[in-house]
């Protein structure tokens, strides 16, 4: 069973941000089942890599546009995706050097943090762009 299933209520209703949740999601889901079938360390560790590399992407792309159009809550909404990136290098570096494994714990935090942020921060800013034409 999924991690996470997508539910109606993760839409911020701007197609480029939901397709990129989507594929967090996705990847959340699948670095889950893999630590339950018990995957090698390097299977797991590359699926780690792709997840915080596509999330760096994801939030690279909701700044760009916090910054171009003058967003009122950029420093905060910058802080909570610069700390989440933090935990993510932390934990990465960790299981790298093998000081930490991948957890249901590690999972929870992975997958209660994004849809909180989704469901709190990133629904925030869905009206401010879609006043701005972002689609
Ligand atoms: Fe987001
Ligand atoms: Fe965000």
Same mark, same amino acid.
């Given at each position: 069973?999924?991690? $996470? ?7 911020? +209703?701007?197609?480029?941000?939901? *397709? ?5 999601? =996705? ?11 018990? *995957?090698? =360390? +390097?299977?797991?560790?590359?699926? $780690? ?18 910054? $171009? ?9 910058? =802080? ?25 714990? $590690?999972?929870?935090?992975?997958? +209660? ?16 762009? =879609? ?5």
């Amino acid at each position: 069973m999924d991690l $996470i299933s997508w539910n109606p209520s993760f839409n911020v +209703d701007v197609e480029v941000i939901d *397709k990129q949740h989507q594929m967090l999601v =996705k990847m959340i889901n699948e670095l889950h089942d893999s630590m339950l079938a018990g *995957k090698d =360390k +390097d299977v797991l560790l590359e699926m $780690i890599n792709r997840l915080s590399a596509y999330a760096a992407f994801h939030f690279a792309r909701e700044e760009h546009y916090f910054d $171009i159009f003058g967003y009122p809550e950029t420093e905060l909404h910058k =802080k909570q995706h610069s700390d989440f990136e933090l935990k993510v290098s932390t934990f990465e570096n960790d299981f790298t050097e093998g000081r930490q494994s991948l957890s249901i714990e $590690i999972m929870n935090f992975l997958s +209660d943090w994004l849809v909180g942020h989704i469901k709190g921060s990133d629904k925030k800013y869905a009206p401010f762009l =879609k006043e701005r034409g972002v689609k």
